[in-house]
C-alpha cells in the first residue's frame, strides 16, 4: 500500500485489513482517498502473497495437534477464511495440512456476498456443516474476524500470537499458543 502512495503501517494493516476480502482494501482505499488501486493490485498482491507463502509459510505450532484431537473426538470442524480459494489452497499444501481439509470444509468469502466482519461467511460454513451458530466454536486472530463471529452469534477464541489481546476484544477467551485450545473448547 505504502508502495501505491497510501502510507501504511503494519499496525495500520493488523486494524483495517487483517482476516478481511481484498475488495475491502479497495473500498477501504476508494473511501479514504477517492482513487482506486491500480487494476492489477489483486494479481500484483496475491502474486507476492504466494510467492511469500511458499517461501516462509509454517504451520502453527500445535494446530495439527488440535486437528488430530478434534478428528479422534468427532467434532466438525471447517476453515472459514476471507482469502480466496486458491490463497486457501496454497496456505494449506505448503503448510502440509490440505489432507485435513476436503473441498467439503473449505469456505471462502467468495462463497459468500459479503466478507468479514460481516457474520456471512461463519453462517453459510455453519449451515453447510449443518451446525447451529450458537453451537460453533470460531478460532480467529483477526478483530475483523472476531466481530464477525459475534456477529453470527457464534462463540469466538482469540488467538493472541500475532494479535495483541486488545484488538481481539469481544473474543469469548484469549490464548497464545494453541495447546491452550482443547482445555478452552472442553470448557475449562
Known amino acids: 500500500m505504502t508502495e501505491l502512495g497510501h502510507p ?22 476508494m473511501e479514504r482517498t477517492g482513487r482506486r488501486l491500480p487494476d492489477d493490485f489483486d494479481d500484483v498482491f496475491h502474486s507476492r502473497v504466494f ?6 509459510l509454517l504451520p502453527v505450532p500445535g ?4 486437528l ?3 478428528t479422534a473426538d468427532e467434532v466438525p470442524y471447517c476453515l472459514a477464511s476471507s482469502g480466496s480459494h486458491e490463497r486457501i489452497r496454497v496456505a494449506l499444501r505448503t503448510t502440509g495440512l490440505d489432507d485435513r481439509f476436503g473441498e467439503d470444509r473449505i469456505f471462502s468469502s467468495q462463497d459468500v456476498g459479503r466478507g468479514k466482519p460481516a457474520p456471512d461467511l461463519f453462517l453459510h460454513a455453519a449451515a453447510v456443516m449443518g451446525v447451529a451458530p450458537e453451537r460453533c466454536a470460531v478460532v480467529e486472530d483477526s478483530p475483523l474476524g472476531v466481530r464477525a463471529a459475534v456477529a453470527a ?7 493472541t500470537a500475532m494479535t495483541p489481546p486488545a484488538k481481539l476484544a469481544g473474543a469469548t ?4 499458543v494453541m495447546s ?4 478452552l473448547l472442553a470448557g475449562g
Open 173 to 176: 477467551a484469549l490464548f497464545g
Open 153 to 159: 452469534g457464534m462463540d469466538v477464541y482469540g488467538f
Open 180 to 183: 491452550e485450545l482443547p482445555e
Open 63 to 66: 494446530v495439527a495437534d488440535v
Open 68 to 70: 488430530d484431537k478434534l
Open 51 to 56: 510467492e511469500a507463502f511458499r517461501r516462509d
Open 8 to 29: 501504511t503501517s503494519y499496525e495500520d494493516s493488523i486494524r483495517d485489513y487483517m482476516g478481511s476480502a481484498v475488495h475491502r482494501i479497495h473500498d477501504l482505499v
